[in-house]
């Protein structure tokens, strides 16, 4: 019943911004931990950024300074602002949420991946 669901992803040139969002919907009784990781062709998933349920952020050291993630509780929403692309991080985009759901445990979901490419 539970699910994420991934938008805002595209085709930008390096330089520019992309605002990713993530809306999770469902039976859903909290919403903890919320992130962002991503997934290039060869490689492995790797983090991008966390923030926790009181707003706690922390960032992969490629992106800091330059991605900022905050999430919306009232609409269950986390969101990635990214600026000053590179092609570096063009990658599959995965929103990622721990959730107690209302008639379980806690639960990591998934959403289903966003592109993002970067390229001029």
């Known amino acids: 019943q539970v699910q994420l669901v991934e938008s805002g992803g595209g085709l930008v040139q390096p330089g520019g911004s992309l605002r990713l969002s993530c809306a999770a919907s469902?039976?859903?009784?909290?919403?903890?931990?919320m992130g962002w990781y991503r997934q290039a062709p060869g490689n492995t998933r790797e983090l991008v950024a966390r923030i926790s349920q009181r707003g706690r952020t922390n960032y992969a050291d490629s992106v800091k300074g330059r991605f900022t993630i905050s999430r919306d509780n009232a609409k269950n929403t986390v969101y990635l602002e990214m600026n000053s692309l590179k092609p570096e991080d063009t990658a599959l985009y995965y929103c990622n949420a721990n959730i107690i759901p209302r008639s379980g445990f806690t639960f990591d979901y998934w959403g289903q991946g966003t592109q993002v490419t970067v390229s001029s």
């Open positions: 469902g039976s859903i009784f909290r919403i903890n931990d």
